[in-house]
């Protein structure tokens, strides 16, 4: 139904900035929330960034506030994560993820769980 491919990921020097983008395939994409996580060797899957279906209402874990921004264009079916200021601990593989529901939800889940639609992942590398 919904199909998930990232790019943009890369090798950055700490201080840098890198932008992903994470095109969509289904008709159902503008009514979903989306959401970027990351996941590194070892450890879970954690929520970076989410957006709701419309782009007025976002959430960002204390990680990423003040650093990355989440964006989508619905025309276009694509969410984006604009991340600045990179530091080495951001360091990880990171997945967008469409919400599994179509519910026009007023605030994006933050769950791992609510999120059933998910990229094959891309490589975010910082360097110190």
């Known amino acids: 139904q919904v199909q998930l491919v990232e790019s943009g990921g890369g090798l950055v020097q700490a201080g840098g900035s890198l932008r992903l983008s994470c095109a969509a395939s289904?008709?159902?994409?503008?009514?979903?929330?989306l959401a970027w996580f990351r996941q590194t060797p070892g450890k879970e899957r954690d929520v970076v960034a989410a957006?709701?279906?419309?782009?007025?209402?976002?959430y960002y874990a204390d990680s990423a506030k003040g650093r990355f921004t989440i964006s989508r264009d619905n025309a276009k079916n694509t969410v984006y994560l604009q991340m600045n200021v990179l530091k080495p601990e951001d360091t990880a593989v990171y997945y967008c993820?469409?919400?599994?529901?179509?519910?026009?939800?007023?605030?994006?889940?933050?769950?791992?769980?609510?999120?059933?639609?998910w990229g094959q992942g891309t490589q975010v590398t910082v360097s110190s």
């Open positions: 993820a469409a919400h599994r529901g179509v519910l026009g939800l007023s605030s994006p889940p933050t769950g791992l769980h609510d999120y059933g639609y």
């Open positions: 289904g008709r159902t994409f503008s009514s979903r929330a």
């Open positions: 957006i709701n279906w419309s782009g007025a209402n976002t």
